[in-house]
């Protein structure tokens, strides 16, 4: 049974830091694409990152750009969300997803696998 499951949710303050961990089971993730996309309440879920299966390519909305990085280890069939400077708008359920498409895709309908979520609140 495949999975992904995320960790390293929680409650910070404005200006504060967070990583967010992605660990997959089940398969080898190694020539997937790993994404990030995120839900607020009352919001569609929007991305938030992405990053191809070499590492050698990565994606960012643009109101994360310099502030998160993603990163992925594919000796522990592992992605990351490290994510700095944290503001309310922020605030949102994190998922991981996993793409058999080559380029870091923004497309939610391209990812194959998701996992449950993980929740990030920023406090004012």
């Known amino acids: 049974q495949v999975q992904l499951v995320e960790s390293g949710g929680g409650l910070v303050q404005t200006g504060g830091s967070l990583r967010l961990s992605c660990a997959g089971s089940g398969r080898t993730f190694n020539t997937y694409t790993w994404g990030w996309f995120r839900q607020a309440p009352g919001k569609a879920r929007e991305f938030v990152a992405a990053?191809?299966?070499?590492?050698?390519?990565?994606s960012y909305r643009d109101s994360v750009k310099g502030r998160f990085t993603v990163s992925r280890d594919n000796a522990k069939n592992t992605v990351y969300l490290q994510m700095n400077s944290l503001n309310p708008e922020d605030t949102a359920v994190y998922y991981c997803?996993?793409?058999?498409?080559?380029?870091?895709?923004?497309?939610?309908?391209?990812?194959?696998?998701w996992g449950q979520g993980t929740q990030v609140t920023v406090s004012s």
């Open positions: 997803a996993a793409s058999g498409v080559m380029g870091p895709t923004r497309n939610a309908p391209s990812y194959d696998y």
């Open positions: 990053i191809t299966w070499s590492g050698g390519s990565t």
